[in-house]
C-alpha cells in the first residue's frame, strides 16, 4: 500500500494531539510525519504508533515533500496554507478561515465526498457543531428533504481547545476550595469579557455578528447549506456552551418536506456510517455527553414527533467534539482521497 | 394590616427554605407560621425573620385555624392537601398533582392573576420551567398571539431538590480526587437507571410518556396553554438537565400571529413586572444561570429575528428555579389574594 508523506501543523493542542492518536488507532499510511507547531513548543516529544516525533517550527519551507498537510485549526492555518499548497501538499484545514470560500470544498465524508474532487489544494473541515448536526441530518435528508431547522446546542469546552479544558479544570478546583472562580478565555479570546463556564452556560460562542447572531450560529446555517448543496434549506440555531469536557449535544427539530414514519427514520440512521441510534426511553437509553467522549460515532436518540406541525421532529444528537467534530472528520478526508485514489 | 396564620408543608427541603428567606425578605404579614415535614425532621430548628421555629410532623389535625397553606411539593401535597382544605385554609401547592385539574387555577400572578378567584380551596404552582417560560412569553404575547413554540431547556440540579443539588456537590468531589462518580438520584428516583448530571447532560427530566415525550415536556406543553388560556398555542419542548446548580435557561423559538419590532419587544418585557432584558451582544451582556441565583427577575437576552420564516423570534430566558421557579411564585399568590382582599 502506498505511504504518504504527512505534515500536521498545530500538533501539541487538542486536536492535534487527537490526530496523533487517530493515525495510530486507523493505522493510517503515513511514511514521514512532520510535527509543526509555533516556536514556543519546538522541541517537544510527542509520541504515535510506539515512535517519537519531535515538535519543529512551522516555517514557509516546512512543507516540501509533503502529501498531506493535516491543520488542526486557528489563525496559523491562513498563514500556512499557501506554503503548504505551493510545495503541493493537499491542506485539510480545521479553521474557519476557507470554509466558505467558494473554491474551497467543505466536506463531511459520509455527507458529500464527492465534493472532494474540486479541490484546487485546500478542503476544509467544517465547525463541530455543524458536523455532528450532518451526521444526524444526512440518513433523514435522504428521506425527505428538509424544509426548516430549529437547533440548540449544548457545547463542550474543548471547543475552545486545550485551554478551554484547563479552563474549566481550573474552575472546578477553584470551587471545591471555596475559592472564586476565574475566567480567562470563555466565551472567546477575542472579546474583552470572560466568564466561568463551571456550574454555568455560555450563550455565546465566538463574535457577535451584525444581525444578533453568533458566528457559531451562522457557521451552522451557511456551512450545513453549504455541505449539502441546498440553499432553500432553511436552519435558525442558538449556540451555547456548557459544562462539559468535550462531546456536543444538539436539540434539533426538524421540518421535512413530506411525513415520515418513527421506525423507517431510525432505521435510516442506523444504516448510516458513522452514525448510531441510542433510543429506548423505556430502558432510559438516549445519548450523554460522558459517555460519548473518545468514541468516534455519533449518537442520536429522543427522536420523536413533534405535534405542533405536520412532517415535523425532534431529536438529539450527541458526538465527540475532539473526534468528529474535528481530528476524525478531517482525517477520514485523507482516508477518502486515499481510498479513491484521489492523491 | 391583617395577617395571617400560615403554614408550611416540606418546610425542610430546597423549596421550604426557600419561603423561610422569602417570608422575612418580603416581610409577608404572618401571624402564625407552622413548619411542617415528614416525621424524621420532627423537631429540626428553622429561622425566619429573626426568630426559631421547630418542625412539626404533617398530619391530618395540622392546619387548624391555618389561612393559607404554603405546600413545598412532591407526593405529600396529594395526601394532606384535602385536609387542609377542609380546615378551611386555601393550599398553594407547588407539586404537579392538581395542576391540570380543571377545579384548581394554575397560576403566574403576573400572567393570571385572575384565575385565582375560581379556586375551590387549592391553587397549583406551575412547573418550574414552564413559569420562567412564561414570564419570557406574556409580554410578546400582549404584542401578538403566539402561534408556535420550539423549546430547549437547560435544567439545573435544584429542580430535584436539596437532593439533586447534593449529588451534584457529591459527583465535582469525586471528579476532583480521581474517584468514579455515583449517581443515586438522577435523572429521576422513579425510574430505576441513574446517570452522573457532573460535566454530564441527561436529555430526560421526569419519567417517559407514550408519546415518548418526557412528563416535564408534556408539562411545559400543557401548562402554559392553561396558564394563558390558549390552547391554539403550539408548544414542542426538549428538556435536559445541566450541571448547574439553580438557575434553568431556556433557549425558545416563537411564531407570532404577526410581525413585531425587535425594540418594541425589548421595551414591551423590560415594562413588564418580574422580567428584564440583559441583551447587549456588544458588551457581550446575557443572561447567565450563574449570575441570576438569589435574583427574584427571570432575565431576557439574545432576543433575534429568526431569518428562516416571517413573525419568528429566538430568544434566551434564564430564571432562578427556586424563586421565580417555585417558592417565590407560590408565595406571590398568596400576595395577589391579599392585596386584592382575596382571602
Known sequence: ?????????????????????????????????????????????????????????????????????????????????????????????????????????????????????????????????????????????????????????????????KEGIDELDRQVLQHTRGQEMTAELLPTGSMPKHYPIAFNLIPQIDIFLDNLYTKEEMKMVNETQKIFDDYEMKITATTVRVPVYRSHSESVNIEFEHDLDLREMAAAIDKFPGVQMLDNPAEQKYPMPLYTSDKNDCYVGRLRRDETQPNTFNLWVVGDQIRKGAALNTLQIAEVMIGKGWI
Chains 1, 2 share one sequence.
Open 1 to 161: 500500500m502506498k505511504k504518504y508523506n504527512v505534515a500536521i501543523l498545530g500538533a501539541t493542542g487538542a486536536v492535534g494531539t487527537e490526530f496523533l492518536k487517530l493515525i495510530e488507532e486507523r493505522n493510517f499510511p503515513f511514511n514521514e510525519l512532520r510535527l509543526l507547531a509555533s516556536k514556543r513548543s519546538v522541541g517537544k516529544m510527542l509520541t504515535t504508533c510506539g515512535r517519537e516525533f519531535v515538535v519543529q517550527e512551522a516555517t514557509a519551507d516546512s512543507f516540501k515533500d509533503i502529501d498531506i498537510a493535516l491543520f488542526a485549526g486557528g489563525s496559523i492555518s491562513k498563514e500556512f496554507a499557501p506554503y503548504a499548497v505551493k510545495a503541493g501538499a493537499v491542506v485539510i484545514d480545521n479553521s474557519s478561515t476557507f470554509r466558505m470560500d467558494p473554491e474551497v470544498p467543505l466536506v463531511v465524508p459520509e455527507v458529500n465526498p464527492e465534493a472532494i474532487l474540486k479541490h484546487k489544494g485546500i478542503i476544509a473541515n467544517p465547525n463541530c457543531s455543524t458536523i455532528i448536526m450532518c451526521m444526524a441530518l444526512k440518513p433523514l435528508y435522504d428521506l425527505a428533504r428538509i424544509k426548516r431547522i430549529v437547533v440548540s446546542t449544548y457545547q463542550a469546552v474543548s471547543g475552545a481547545g
